[in-house]
Each structure stands twice: as C-alpha cells, then as structure tokens.
C-alpha cells in the first residue's frame, strides 16, 4: 500500500507511532501528483517547495512532540481560500498574479494543526459552475474516467482526493460545490452548517451561502478534518457563536432507531434509473442498521433553484465588484477610468461569471428589487421552514447528491440552464444554512461513482457524521480506487 | 408673490472613534497616503467587516441626545456604485433599518424656539481620496480615510431658510461636540452637509420640486449656498420655468450651485442586506446605559445658566455652545468668581486672546481660578478694572497669578486720598483755562480731568476717589 493512498486517520497513527515521517508522505504524495497530474489536472499551483518546508518543520514537531491533529498531513486547498505568500487565483485571470498577504481563517488553523499544504485546486471561475469547465484556466478530470468532469465547483479538490494526490482537501460549497464533486469522483464531501466554519479569507461569491468544508477519502477523516476548522472566528460575524463537539466521537456510534426522511420532491422524472437504484438500495441498507426511513415532504423544493440564482447571483454582482484593476490583480489599461474598468472586466472574467454579475446586477436594480431578490428572500425563508418542519419527525433526510453521474466534458457548457440543474438536489441545503454530506452509495454500469447525500439539523454534524460512518462501514463503496 | 423654501439636511458626522468602523486601522487625520490600511479597508478578496462597538455606542448616543427612538432591529446594506476610492466597489451603509429614526433638535431663530424633525440617523463607512497630482493622465488613491464611521443624520424637510438651515447646522455641532462623537470640523471634513432644496409660494401646501445641493464644505457656506440656490429656483419659477430634480454642486469661488447630474443621470446604487453582518439587536440595558452617560446637554445647560448664575440670554447661549467653554465658566464660579463678571471677561478679552492665537479653550494657558482670583482683587478694590485688562493680559502670556504681577509690576491702585490729593492740585493748577470752562458749565470736561490726573500716576489712582476729589476740587 503506497502512503499516498492512505486516509488522515491511518497516517496520523503511522506519525504518532513513528512508523512514517511526513517527509516520506509528502515525497509519496508528490510522486503520485508527478504520475498523474498530466492526466487529472486537479491543481492550480503545486508549492512543492513550501510543501517539502513544512513537511520537515512537522517532522521537528513530531521529534519534539509537539505533534497536533494534523501534523505532517497534507492536505489540498481549493484555489479560493487565501493562502499568505501563495497565489490564490479563483481559477480566474482577473487574480492570476494575486498573492495574499494574509492567511484565510481555515488555513491559519491547518497551520496551528500541523498541516502541510499539498496545493491549491481547480475550480470553476469563482466557484461558478458545476464542472471545473469555467475555469479560466484548464478543465480537471474525473479519476474514474478522464472524459468526463470531476463535478464542480470543488472539482480539482474532489478530484485530487479521488486520485489520491492528496490526502484530504478543503473545498467551498455555496450550491453544492463539495458534495456533488465529492458524488462524482466517488469520496466524502461536507458543507457544514452556515456559520460553522469561518468565511474569513475565503474569496466570496454569495457570502450568505458560502461556507467551507471537508473533502476526505472516508468518513472519519471528515469529522477529523471538520473538529480542525469549525468554530466561532471574531474576525467571521457570520459565524456562530456556538460550542464545537468532538465531531470524532459521533463516529462509530448506533443508529438503531434513527429516523431517516425520505423527501418525494427528490426522487424525480428524469433522474438517472442508476441513480435512484443506488439511493433506493443505500436506504434499505440504513434500515437493515436499524434505521426508520419515513417519508416526507420538502414542499417549496421545486422553487430552489430559481430562488439560489437570483440570491446568489444578486450577492455575487456586488462581491466581485472590486476586482476593477485598481487595487491587485489583474488591469486592461483603457482610454480613461470608464474604459480601463471596462475592459479589465471583460478580459478578466470568464462568460459564466460576466453572465452571473449580469443577473445579479439586474435582480437588485430599482424597479425589479422586489419582484427578484425581495421575493427570493421570502422563498428563502419558506425552504428553511420545510426543513425545520421535516426536522421535527426526523432525525437526518436522505436523497441523492446529484441527479446523474459524472457527465462528458463539453455536454453541458452550451446549455447553462442544464448546468444549474446539476445542482438540483444540493441548492436547498444552503438557502436553508443546514449541514449536508455526500458519500459514495454505488457505481454505474460504466463504473462512475454515485453519491448519498445526508441533510442534517442545524448545527448537527454529529447525527450526519454517525450516520454517514455506520453507512460506510456496512459498504465497500469507499474502498475502491479509480484506475489510473 | 411670496415664496417659502422648504430645506431638509443630510449631515455626514465623522465619528471620532480611535479606529475604523470594520477593520483595527487608525482613523488619525494627516498620516502618510495609505499608510492607515489593511486588507479590510483596502477591500482585498475574502475579508470580512466587523462592526466596531465604539461606532455603534456613538450612534446611538447621538440618537438619545437627539431624542431618536433606537431600532430593535438594524442592519447594515451595501451600496453599489464603482469609483476608485471605493475599494469594494461598495460602501456599506444602512438603508431599510437604520440605527435611530424619529428625532428632533431645537433651534432658536430670531428669538423664536423651533423644533426640526430628525427622520433617521444611520451608520456607513467612509470612502478614500482620489488626489489628482501629476500630469493629468494618472491620479492616486489615498485609502486612509477608507473605512472610517460615520453617521448620516437626515432632517426632516423642516427647515425654512439658510439662516434656519445655518441654526441647524450649528446646533448639531454642539451637539456632536457635546457627546464627544465627532469633533464637527467642516474645514478638516469631519462634518459634511448635502441640502435637499424646494420652492413654493407661501401658503401652498404641496412640496415643489427639489434639487439637492452638494459640496457645502464650511460653515460660511451653508447660509450663502442655500440662499443662492433658494433664489435661483425661485428666479426660474417666476420666468415661468420649472425647477428640475437634480444634484447641483456649491462652488464657492463663484459662489453659486451648479448643474451636476439630472434623475436620469442618478445612480441605482442596488442596495441589498449586507450578508457580511449580523442584523443589530442593541439589549436594552446597553441603551440605557449610554442614555445614563450622557452629558448634561446644550439647551438644558443654558437654561440652567439663566435660571442658576443670573445671565442674560445671551451670555447663556455664548457659554454653552462649546462644552469645554460653560466648564470653563463654572470651574471659575466655583473658584469664587461672580458669575455675570466671570462671563464678560471670558467673552470679551478670554475669547478675543483665544482668537488671536486660533486656540480653543482646552488649550488655555489661563485656568478658571485665575480669574476669580482677579476678579477679587477688584472687588476689594486693589486693582481698578482697568488694570486689571493689563493684569488680566499678563496672567494669559506669563501664567502667573493675577497677585503676583500686581506686585511685581507694582499695579497696586492707590486710594489714599492724599496721594491723589497733590496730583489733583498739580493737574488743576496746570489747566487753569479748562477749570474755569468747566466751572461755567462744561462738564464734560470732567474726562479730559481725569485722563490728566491718571496719566500722571501711570493709571494706578483709584478711579472713584479720582472722581470725588476732582468734583469737589472744581466746584
């Protein structure tokens, strides 16, 4: 078994233990991603130097025993967490050159945990898509058949979990950015619960959906990796101010008795048989533990989407505002202020994302206000409502993360509506600000991975976390590697 | 036909907070281009504002002190417009929910007390510079300024003239200096005025069309600005024109407004919640406790200073516009001082030394027992008042006491009646001519008398037995 294949859990017991040293993980980890990165393409920037620096500084701690969690692991970080002295490019031209001089909230605690930092992933400009193919920079490739999109937007995270070119790795989820790439390349992904984990030095596309998460290989390492990030950041208003639990000690518990809720409004016309097979199977299989599925009702599911793109889009026109070539980044120099604005702004920005400043701006224009973001904001809080409704009978709900499988590179780029459909399944979770995970529950007949996605209350990553493990362990889903 | 104006003010306050309204930056006026920024102010990607409590204490302490009722529920908004000292490409800013709404200030104008109605008082950051220097085809940025609170206090179209307009203005100053909020500098631009101008013939009860005036940057231009612009309207409404909705600039070189974007031309600022922070659920207790800490406040102070020490009106309202002045005042009281005496000298020569040397009062060299002091040595009749000008001019430059100088200047006044005696001879024997006017009848002369006598003993005679012994002397 080569290290690189290896979870955070079964590594940080070689560390401890002295059986490995983080040298011989990142050297490992690194001569996976110089065997298949050509091919996958997961990553924006490789800091090999910066990696090999701080995988000898957490061998010293490990010598002291200074060792923390994460201690000589490293872990992928999706391109839009800023990182000091390391480019974080949104996958966007307009940051291309952007170093930050300062450290996102999320990394500063990798750092105080020991991480080493693997590399920064693709994604889709700005996390804007759901293929990684609005990169400005390259499309990453799905492991399991390099034909097709890894999902999106987290798509270099997912994918660089999937290949094993990393061992665990962040991404941000504002539609279902984690846990529908999560489903595609067949591992774990969770968008915890709005205000869980500090927004700060996280590149903002809808600041009211954002919020980071875990991508692992398994199931323990996302409540590992979930115990290092979450928790209340003063310079984050938006996050809670609330306890962190050891999210490791929900794992491996009972879940005899639990109530899973089966939402009609996701198993729809249209969805791939395969698909609604495997999450049929998944949920017998969480009976056979003991688990009670009850059937529920989500009524408002229908106006999600159309309530995420006016939200989303409407935060997103004023976020990217200032990326005017005044300050950093990237300038088209025009003929006076208008023009330089002008044209920095439109060579700098990809079509998906001129498109979305373009809804966005028009939904918040005077005359239109109320009928787009006023209404959407009232949508909004009866999608939340159903949740807590449903939440009151039920203890976690359970559907598939994504209508389909992982699809063909270039199959939905001409027809953006079918884009935003990718996202069906996974855009109320963040207008209702609960926690979601997605974890692999079968393959296809053509060997793509698909996902089980868990909706838990707020602030309740214990119960997904629990129930997602015993899932897990019952299954051997998670074992299997792509072949590459 | 007789016009009336109808004037509401949007007064920007820069909060005197020691850092910004979001970010821990200094909001020290004057430091090097930039050198006051962060990668909050500066807008750089993934940051995120944090409110300052400071900020929010100073708002809602204005809007006590402006009987302002405080909102249970508050947010911030973002307000969308590009411009290079806007680093966002937003300014947050409140708009559905401000802080405070529903207030009022007193004015007094020609006598008559009046109330003006505040509409809302909301908190925003303020924006950077642009500095155009050079050769025309760059300009700079100067992000210092970027960030730092204000408040906007919005009036109620209650306002009837300039000079009302001008009332106001000043009212709101002391105010704001009173709570310590903001050190209502216009010149520095702590204190900035946009006016929302109409015209109707009096006794109409619909509103005319209004224009907004900007770029009012010192307190000698509220009056003349709005009077011009009053003028102006009413000038294109008589020549059978319309007043148009627009935003007109006050140039003060030329001394008029001028044309700067029409309705059209308005921006749509796209407000929307700020999503970056938390709705404000002030507690109550907190609001009740700044409501406890504040000052005893300008109009309550003045009446006090009629009804307590005896002083006109006038003297009143002199002493209570600036806080450290009516402290000033009373330490000297305190000190002993009779008050309507205190007050003379305070507004006569303490202000114009003051003035001389552009300094305020927290700066004075003479403090307020000095005075008092001083002023007891009148009453007991060791100085004559005026000596004491040149005492009282002597303590100011040197700080010693009033006691002091007359000693070491030997100021002491002489009333022994003696003394002043042999003068009064020398001087009639010398001016026999004007004596003898003066006996036919001539009794103005009485001045040109003393003048003589005091001159001769270098101003020190006591002014009233100079007096009798004269008159007897003469008659």
């Known amino acids: 078994m080569e290290l690189y294949s290896l979870g955070v859990h079964e590594l940080r017991r070689m560390l401890d233990k002295g059986e490995v040293t983080a040298k011989e993980i990142i050297t490992s980890v690194y001569s996976r991603i110089d065997?298949?990165?050509?091919?996958?393409?997961?990553?924006?920037?490789?800091?090999?130097?910066?990696?090999?620096?701080?995988?000898?500084?957490?061998?010293?701690?490990?010598?002291?025993?200074?060792?923390?969690?994460?201690?000589?692991?490293?872990?992928?970080?999706?391109?839009?967490?800023?990182?000091?002295?390391?480019?974080?490019?949104?996958?966007?031209?307009?940051?291309?050159?952007?170093?930050?001089?300062?450290?996102?909230?999320?990394?500063?605690?990798?750092?105080?945990?020991?991480?080493?930092?693997?590399?920064?992933?693709?994604?889709?400009?700005?996390?804007?898509?759901?293929?990684?193919?609005?990169?400005?920079?390259?499309?990453?490739?799905?492991?399991?058949?390099?034909?097709?999109?890894?999902?999106?937007?987290?798509?270099?995270?997912?994918?660089?979990?999937?290949?094993?070119?990393?061992?665990?790795?962040?991404?941000?989820?504002?539609?279902?950015?984690?846990?529908?790439?999560?489903?595609?390349?067949?591992?774990?992904?969770?968008?915890?619960?709005?205000?869980?984990?500090?927004?700060?030095?996280?590149?903002?596309?809808?600041?009211?959906?954002?919020?980071?998460?875990?991508?692992?290989?398994?199931?323990?390492?996302?409540?590992?990796?979930?115990n290092v990030i979450s928790g209340r950041d003063l310079r984050d208003s938006t996050s809670a101010p609330i306890g962190v639990p050891d999210f490791t000690a929900a794992i491996g518990?009972?879940?005899?008795?639990?109530?899973?809720?089966?939402?009609?409004?996701?198993?729809?016309?249209?969805?791939?048989?395969?698909?609604?097979?495997?999450?049929?199977?998944?949920?017998?299989?969480?009976?056979?533990l003991g688990a009670v599925p009850v059937d529920v009702s989500l009524p408002h599911t229908g106006y999600a989407v159309a309530t995420y793109y006016v939200l989303a889009t409407s935060e997103a026109s004023s976020n990217l505002a200032r990326y005017d070539g005044v300050k950093y980044g990237f300038r088209a120099e025009g003929k006076d202020l208008i023009d330089t604005y002008m044209r920095t702004r439109a060579e700098g920005f990809g079509p998906e994302v001129k498109r979305r400043i373009m809804l966005g701006t028009y939904a918040l224009s005077s005359g239109y206000y109320d009928a787009y973001y006023r209404k959407a904001q009232q949508v909004r809080t009866l999608i939340k409502d159903d949740f807590e409704k449903v939440f009151r009978e039920v203890d976690v709900i359970v559907t598939p993360t994504s209508p389909t499988a992982a699809f063909r590179m270039g199959e939905k780029t001409e027809d953006p509506l079918q884009m935003y459909l990718a996202d069906i399944f996974t855009i109320s979770v963040n207008l209702a600000g609960v926690p979601g995970i997605s974890v692999p529950c079968g393959f296809t007949t053509g060997n793509l991975p698909i996902g089980l996605q868990l909706i838990g209350k707020h602030f309740d990553e214990e119960t997904l976390l629990t129930a997602s493990f015993a899932y897990e362990q019952s299954t051997e889903w998670h074992k299997r590697k792509p072949a590459l | 036909m007789k016009y009336e104006s109808v004037i509401g003010l949007e007064v920007h306050a820069q909060m005197s907070t020691d850092t910004k309204i979001f970010c821990g930056c200094s909001t020290k006026f004057g430091a090097e281009p930039n050198s006051q920024t962060c990668e909050i102010c500066i807008g750089m990607p993934g940051v995120l504002p944090v409110l300052n409590r400071k900020a929010l204490e100073f708002a809602i302490r204005t809007g006590l002190a402006m009987h302002c009722s405080i909102s249970?529920?508050?947010?911030?908004?973002?307000?969308?417009?590009?411009?290079?000292?806007?680093?966002?490409?937003?300014?947050?800013?409140?708009?559905?929910?401000?802080?405070?709404?529903?207030?009022?200030?007193?004015?007094?104008?020609?006598?008559?007390?009046?109330?003006?109605?505040?509409?809302?008082?909301?908190?925003?950051?303020?924006?950077?510079?642009?500095?155009?220097?050079?050769?025309?085809?760059?300009?700079?940025?100067?992000?210092?300024?970027?960030?730092?609170?204000?408040?906007?206090?919005?009036?109620?179209?209650?306002?009837?003239?300039?000079?009302?307009?001008?009332?106001?203005?000043?009212?709101?100053?002391?105010?704001?200096?009173?709570?310590?909020?903001?050190?209502?500098?216009?010149?520095?631009?702590?204190?900035?005025?946009?006016?929302?101008?109409?015209?109707?013939?009096?006794?109409?009860?619909?509103?005319?069309?209004?224009?907004?005036?900007?770029?009012?940057?010192?307190?000698?231009?509220?009056?003349?600005?709005?009077?011009?612009?009053?003028?102006?309207?009413?000038?294109?409404?008589?020549?059978?024109?319309?007043?148009?909705?627009?935003?007109?600039?006050?140039?003060?070189?030329?001394?008029?407004?001028?044309?700067?974007?029409?309705?059209?031309?308005?921006?749509?600022?796209r407000y929307f919640p700020e999503p970056d922070l938390v709705p404000i659920a002030a507690e109550q207790r907190w609001?009740?406790?700044?409501?406890?800490?504040?000052?005893?406040?300008?109009?309550?102070?003045?009446?006090?200073?009629?009804?307590?020490?005896?002083?006109?009106?006038?003297?009143?309202?002199?002493?209570?516009?600036?806080?450290?002045?009516?402290?000033?005042?009373?330490?000297?009281?305190?000190?002993?001082?009779?008050?309507?005496?205190?007050?003379?000298?305070?507004?006569?020569?303490?202000?114009?030394?003051?003035?001389?040397?552009?300094?305020?009062?927290?700066?004075?060299?003479?403090?307020?027992?000095?005075?008092?002091?001083?002023?007891?040595?009148?009453?007991?009749?060791?100085?004559?008042?005026?000596?004491a000008k040149t005492v009282f001019e002597e303590m100011y430059r040197s700080e010693k006491n009033a006691e002091e100088i007359v000693r070491e200047k030997g100021l002491v006044q002489i009333s022994d009646e003696s003394a002043i005696e042999k003068i009064v001879d020398e001087v009639i024997a010398k001016h026999q001519k004007e004596a003898a006017r003066f006996r036919a009848g001539e009794e103005k002369l009485l001045g040109f008398f003393v003048g003589q006598a005091m001159k001769a003993m270098k101003g020190k005679a006591n002014p009233q037995v100079l007096n009798e012994l004269l008159r007897k002397k003469l008659s």
């Open chain 1, 35 to 226: 065997a298949v990165e050509q091919k996958i393409k997961a990553y924006v920037t490789l800091p090999r130097t910066e990696a090999f620096l701080m995988a000898e500084k957490a061998d010293r701690d490990l010598s002291a025993g200074t060792n923390k969690v994460m201690t000589g692991i490293p872990v992928a970080v999706k391109d839009n967490m800023c990182t000091k002295g390391v480019p974080t490019t949104c996958s966007s031209k307009i940051l291309r050159n952007f170093i930050p001089p300062y450290e996102s909230t999320v990394t500063s605690k990798l750092i105080e945990a020991g991480y080493v930092l693997a590399g920064k992933t693709n994604l889709d400009e700005f996390a804007m898509g759901s293929s990684t193919e609005n990169s400005g920079f390259h499309t990453t490739r799905n492991p399991w058949d390099t034909q097709r999109i890894p999902g999106g937007s987290s798509g270099g995270s997912a994918a660089a979990v999937a290949a094993d070119e990393c061992i665990a790795a962040l991404g941000s989820d504002t539609g279902g950015s984690i846990r529908q790439p999560a489903s595609l390349c067949g591992v774990v992904g969770m968008k915890p619960t709005y205000g869980r984990v500090s927004r700060y030095g996280l590149v903002a596309f809808a600041s009211s959906l954002d919020q980071i998460g875990p991508i692992t290989k398994n199931v323990t390492d996302c409540a590992m990796l979930l």
């Open chain 1, 253 to 288: 518990k009972d879940i005899k008795g639990m109530k899973i809720g089966v939402p009609k409004e996701y198993f729809i016309e249209g969805m791939d048989p395969e698909v609604d097979a495997a999450v049929r199977e998944a949920i017998r299989k969480f009976e056979s």
């Open chain 2, 72 to 269: 249970p529920y508050s947010r911030f908004a973002r307000k969308n417009y590009f411009y290079p000292d806007l680093p966002k490409g937003y300014q947050i800013s409140q708009f559905e929910h401000p802080i405070c709404e529903g207030g009022f200030v007193e004015i007094v104008v020609e006598g008559e007390t009046k109330r003006i109605g505040i509409t809302r008082i909301h908190m925003e950051e303020d924006a950077g510079k642009n500095i155009h220097e050079g050769n025309g085809s760059y300009s700079f940025v100067d992000l210092n300024r970027a960030g730092v609170p204000l408040m906007e206090i919005v009036s109620e179209p209650d306002i009837r003239s300039a000079k009302e307009a001008s009332e106001y203005m000043k009212k709101l100053r002391t105010i704001l200096r009173y709570l310590g909020v903001c050190d209502g500098n216009m010149e520095q631009g702590s204190l900035r005025c946009d006016a929302n101008v109409s015209v109707r013939p009096a006794g109409r009860k619909e509103y005319g069309t209004r224009a907004e005036v900007k770029n009012i940057n010192s307190f000698r231009f509220v009056e003349k600005a709005l009077e011009y612009e009053i003028k102006r309207q009413i000038r294109v409404v008589e020549e059978g024109g319309k007043v148009i909705q627009e935003t007109r600039l006050w140039d003060s070189a030329k001394g008029i407004t001028e044309s700067m974007r029409s309705k059209e031309e308005a921006h749509d600022y």
């Open chain 2, 287 to 387: 609001i009740d406790e700044i409501g406890a800490s504040l000052p005893e406040l300008p109009d309550v102070k003045r009446e006090r200073f009629t009804s307590e020490y005896g002083l006109p009106e006038y003297d009143a309202d002199l002493l209570t516009t600036e806080k450290a002045v009516a402290e000033w005042f009373e330490e000297s009281i305190k000190a002993g001082g009779q008050p309507k005496a205190v007050a003379n000298w305070m507004m006569g020569d303490l202000m114009r030394l003051l003035n001389e040397e552009n300094r305020e009062i927290a700066d004075c060299p003479l403090k307020p027992p000095q005075l008092a002091d001083m002023l007891k040595l009148i009453d007991k009749g060791t100085i004559s008042g005026k000596i």
